[in-house]
């Protein structure tokens, strides 16, 4: 089966830009997350998704952070304005767990953003 | 609430000698146990899952994990170490949440493997 697919691979932008990454996870899974590894740190969860519904948000920083899966399938994440502590690697995980089974995450290779 | 501690930011082994991959938890719960690994520039790969079945878990690629409730411990390990095995390693707890089931990494810990 076809893994999840992120792009871009890299992005460079200057601090009070925006960007845009893409998530498209395997066919038929129905959670989909956003996590954000901070180099030397583990991943911390963003957002994560059930279909088209956001499940938890709690710890996406709304001001300057948006996601969305409008039809159930693939994703984007924005920043607007980007800030320099921002640079970190976001990774998209999916899963075909209901949310309260255990299966596991499936990730994609991240988009490392480096904030200038 | 839950958290994971992996008590090693990097270990060094050579190359056919053991490894232990330390990580000790903490959960309201019976929580489920992850490891993970990733290695540079990719995503993170699936090792090994623990799901309340058998405490010792065989994952891939040799390695293992067995929990330990008294100890509040999922430790990792593999009995002869390889270059390829050179990586970051993550434990993972999993436990219902209002959400949920609710996953929290630990630190992660570099494994470097010596020629």
């Known amino acids: 089966e076809a893994g999840v697919a992120q792009s871009p691979r890299y992005k460079i932008i200057e601090k009070r830009q925006s960007v845009a990454f893409w998530c498209n996870p395997i066919s038929g899974h129905a959670t989909l997350y956003w996590y954000q590894q901070i180099l030397g740190q583990g991943p911390k969860l963003l957002i994560q998704?059930?279909?088209?519904?956001?499940?938890?948000d709690s710890q996406l920083p709304k001001d300057r952070f948006s996601a969305e899966r409008l039809k159930g399938v693939d994703s984007t994440l924005k920043i607007q304005p980007a800030k320099l502590e921002d640079s970190a690697v976001y990774l998209c995980?999916?899963?075909?767990?209901?949310?309260?089974?255990?299966?596991?995450?499936?990730f994609g290779n991240g988009t490392r953003l480096t904030v200038t | 609430a839950q958290s994971v501690t992996q008590l090693d930011s990097h270990v060094s082994v050579s190359e056919g000698t053991p490894v232990l991959l330390r990580c000790n938890y903490s959960s309201s719960y019976s929580p489920s146990l992850f490891w993970y690994v990733q290695h540079p520039n990719k995503g993170l790969q699936l090792l090994l899952k623990y799901t309340s079945a058998a405490t010792l878990v065989k994952g891939i690629n040799g390695f293992e994990a067995e929990f330990k409730k008294s100890e509040t411990s999922f430790h990792l390990t593999k009995p002869s170490a390889h270059m390829s095995d050179a990586a970051e390693y993550f434990c993972v707890v999993s436990e219902p949440g209002n959400a949920g089931n609710m996953l929290t990494f630990g630190g992660g810990t570099r494994l470097m493997v010596k020629p």
């Open positions: 995980a999916s899963s075909s767990r209901s949310r309260f089974d255990n299966s596991p995450l499936h």
């Open positions: 998704f059930q279909n088209n519904g956001v499940v938890d």
